[in-house]
């Protein structure tokens, strides 16, 4: 495939996980790919040779906290610096952990809070001159718990409700030169941090009685960026039917 052949992508949070399976698809697809990783350096070079060997110069790695608001426009520009363009954004870098009631602390707030909500915002304003100008796009990574909250995460779910309505926001402020969607993943790899509900117990709230993969999100996104011209404002649930049945 070489849909994208031409195109740059930068993607948040891309040296593993379901972010490191995007950017392979949208290499894939011909796209040449900037990988942001905060300090997981060892897998974004090991995931910029792999992409590399595979199409000379079509991968590259910036380090950055992206809670250091006042350094996003830097980040753009070192990525405008190698690559002479922005096409696609994909705000996919998140923090994810349980926060009780009575137990939260300023900090849980503004970690959940800025990776989640607050970066994407500033990181998509300091990109969003380049994206006008190649006619982009934005793609969102959100949850279904944004759609819908899980206990013990107070914080985590409103900030990922949050990345939906910014979404929306953006597509209204962005249109008609750049489109912004998103994308709510389910069940698809479980998270670090220990949850309230076992894996049996949450493919079993899904309609499809089945875990999906990372694969069923770079999908979705791809589908986002390359067939959906006449697509804005609106976030995919990948979550094989878990929204059924909360």
Not at 123 to 137: E, I, P, R, T, V
Not at 177 to 192: F, L, Q, Y
Request: hydrophobic share 45%.
């Amino acid at each position: 495939m070489a849909d994208l052949a031409g195109k740059v992508a930068l993607i948040t949070g891309a040296a593993k996980r379901i972010g490191a399976v995007i950017a392979q698809h949208l290499h894939q697809a011909g796209a040449d790919i900037i990988i942001h990783y905060r300090s997981s350096a060892d897998d974004a070079i090991i995931l910029q040779k792999k992409l590399n060997a595979i199409r000379a110069d079509s991968c590259f790695i910036v380090q950055a906290d992206l809670l250091e608001i006042d350094k996003l426009p830097v980040l753009i520009q070192q990525v405008i610096n190698q690559t002479a363009r922005l096409d696609i954004l994909i705000n996919n870098a998140s923090t994810f952990y349980p926060t009780k009631l009575g137990e939260i602390t300023e900090h849980d707030w503004d970690d959940l809070m800025g990776s989640n909500l607050k970066a994407p915002l500033f990181l998509s304003q300091a990109a969003s001159s380049h994206l006008k100008a190649a006619g982009g796009c934005i793609i969102n990574i959100v949850d279904i718990h944004g759609i819908r909250p899980m206990k013990n995460h107070p914080v985590y779910s409103p900030a990922k409700a949050g990345l939906a309505m910014l979404t929306q926001s953006l597509a209204r402020e962005l249109g008609p030169d750049v489109r912004v969607n998103g994308v709510a993943p389910g069940a698809i790899i479980w998270p670090e941090a220990e949850g309230e509900q076992t894996p049996t117990e949450i493919l079993e709230k899904t309609a499809l009685k089945r875990q999906g993969t990372p694969e069923d999100i770079a999908k979705a996104v791809l589908f986002l960026i390359k067939d959906a011209d006449y697509i804005t404002g609106h976030i995919i649930p990948v979550d094989g039917g878990r929204l059924l049945n909360h």
